[in-house]
């Protein structure tokens, strides 16, 4: 989508159709007041309008409620609402920051809100119409936040279309061929490990899951080198399906476990987009990426793996497969001697019981690591809660076998299990883990995105990092 920014009154703009704010406390535009008091308007969060013809040209009025409430968040969920209920016109004028006091930062959501608003995946189905350009009123002063947006929310529509694409078409050799590709694009390096690297490297972990499958394993490093001299470690869980593997799952709980790989989409998103905004601080993004199927080559339960830094695994669950990958990962991840390292992954259900599906859980090693996360996650708009990283439960994942066992035996507190699983793997780095099982794909459509992938964690990532 082509998105510009204008500082003409939105009235003033050339465009198919036009929309407006309107706020509980603030008056009307002239020209609009008796359209919105003869359809008894009241502005109220969440409620739009939409008048066929006044000024020529449709006019969508979306209500803000006071304008104190209007911030950077509700501005983008506003403008997302807004394309997707503009379809059908090709050009839009957004108004909705217009004069707002928050300047660049209202004008850039409203432009990251439209380009995620005007998302859609078609797969095999002739595109839908879709809003193809919009103009952004706002101040001139706007233009880098606005570009900065807009590349974010590109990178997240990028994730979505993986996540959404058929585990079919995107196996673990295809996921590591949309990064190349990309990554070519974009000047970052990529190395991509196959089967033959993985086993030379003791990968034991990404070999073991990914050994029910005829489509073999990859580990995908994509890197952008930044300029000043540091590096944050990305590591995102890459099942591109989850069967469960032996102990597989009920036909309706694999149903979308396609989008079992959206952790890995949203790291080598954040990668790519800190290289087009050209950030400071360097990205190294690692995904590990498998199928998780029964076969008579898969893992077994009671078979104990060895790992990339030597510690081992036992497998008493089959299904809780994403630890597993994620522990040679993110030793991998560490011999690269990053500042940070942070991992995003579909990992439990048992986060999704706590948090339910729009808020992210987060558990890690530093308190500012932490902290800061939530912080810019709540900026975003993509919620995240702390979960505790509660030593008293490693005696749940201890094994007579080997350094730790993949599932705690009960399905209480599992996210908290597999998050003192992973930190076996993390060296002494400083260590923060996303468990986006439930803010990852949804069933329903939100105001930011269709039905599917919702590219969760990018912008939160993308913000996080610029500031480093
Ligand atoms: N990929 C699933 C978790 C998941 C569930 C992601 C729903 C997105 C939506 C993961 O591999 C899994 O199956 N976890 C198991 C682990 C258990 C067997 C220890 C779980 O959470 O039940
Ligand atoms: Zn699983
Ligand atoms: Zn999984």
């Known amino acids: 989508m082509d998105v510009s920014l204008s500082s003409l009154p939105t009235t003033d703009i050339d465009a198919d159709a036009l929309v407006v704010p309107v706020h509980t406390d603030a ?7 008796e359209a919105l008091a003869s359809a008894r308007f009241t502005a109220e969060p969440d409620t739009e309008l939409l008048v066929p013809g006044l ?71 002739p595109p839908k119409p879709a809003v193809r ?47 190349t590709t990309a990554a070519a694009e974009h000047g970052l390096k990529v190395r991509v490990l196959t089967k033959k ?21 990859r580990l995908i490093e994509v890197r952008y080198a930044g300029t000043n001299g540091r590096t944050v470690g990305l590591v995102g ?69 060895k790992h990339r830094n030597g510690k081992s695994s036992e497998i008493t669950d ?8 994620l522990a040679d990962a993110l030793a991998h991840t560490v011999e690269l001697d990053p500042e940070l390292v942070i991992d995003a992954a579909t990992l439990t259900y048992a986060v999704m019981h706590a948090l339910g599906d729009e808020i992210t859980g987060i558990l890690g090693n530093d308190r500012e690591l932490v902290a800061g996360l939530v912080a810019t996650g709540e900026e975003c708009g993509e919620p995240a809660w702390e979960l505790p990283l509660y030593r008293g439960y490693a005696r749940n994942i201890a094994s007579p076998v080997a350094t730790v066992r993949n599932d705690g035996g009960s399905e209480h507190a599992d996210a908290i299990h597999a998050a003192l699983f992973l930190e076996e793997f993390t060296g002494d780095v400083a260590w923060a883990h996303l468990d986006i099982a439930g803010t990852a794909f949804h069933t329903k459509s939100g105001d930011l995105h269709p039905a599917g992938a919702t590219g969760t964690g990018i912008r939160t990532l993308v913000r996080y990092l610029s500031r480093l």
């Open 27 to 33: 008056p009307a535009p002239d020209w609009a007041a």
């Open 55 to 125: 000024l020529d040209r449709p006019a969508l009025f979306m209500g803000l409620g006071r304008s104190t409430e209007a911030d950077a968040n509700a501005l983008r969920r506003a403008a997302a609402r807004a394309v997707r209920r503009l379809a059908d016109f090709p050009t839009v004028a957004l108004g909705l920051a217009e004069g707002h006091p928050q300047g660049s930062e209202a004008a850039a959501a409203v432009a990251e809100g439209a380009v995620l608003g005007a998302y859609r995946y078609d797969g095999l189905r």
């Open 133 to 179: 350009s919009v103009t952004v009123v706002g101040p001139t002063e706007a233009k880098e936040a606005i570009r900065a947006a807009v590349i974010t929310a590109e990178c997240v529509n990028w994730a979505r279309d993986l996540g959404n694409t058929p585990a079919g078409r995107l196996t673990p050799a295809a996921l590591a061929q949309e990064a």
């Open 197 to 217: 690297a993985l086993r030379a490297g003791g990968y034991g972990g990404i070999l073991g899951v990914g050994g029910g499958s005829d489509n073999p394993p």
């Open 237 to 305: 869980k890459g099942i591109t399906f989850d069967a469960g593997g032996l102990g597989i799952k009920s036909g309706h709980g694999m149903a979308d476990m396609r989008s079992d790989m959206c952790g890995g989409a949203a790291m080598l998103a954040t990668a790519i987009a800190a290289a087009r905004l050209g950030l400071p601080t360097g990205v190294v993004a690692v995904v590990p990426a498998a199928e998780n199927l029964p076969s008579g080559s898969a893992y077994k339960p009671g078979d104990v793996l």
């Open 318 to 325: 089959t299904d809780a497969e994403g630890r597993v990958v």
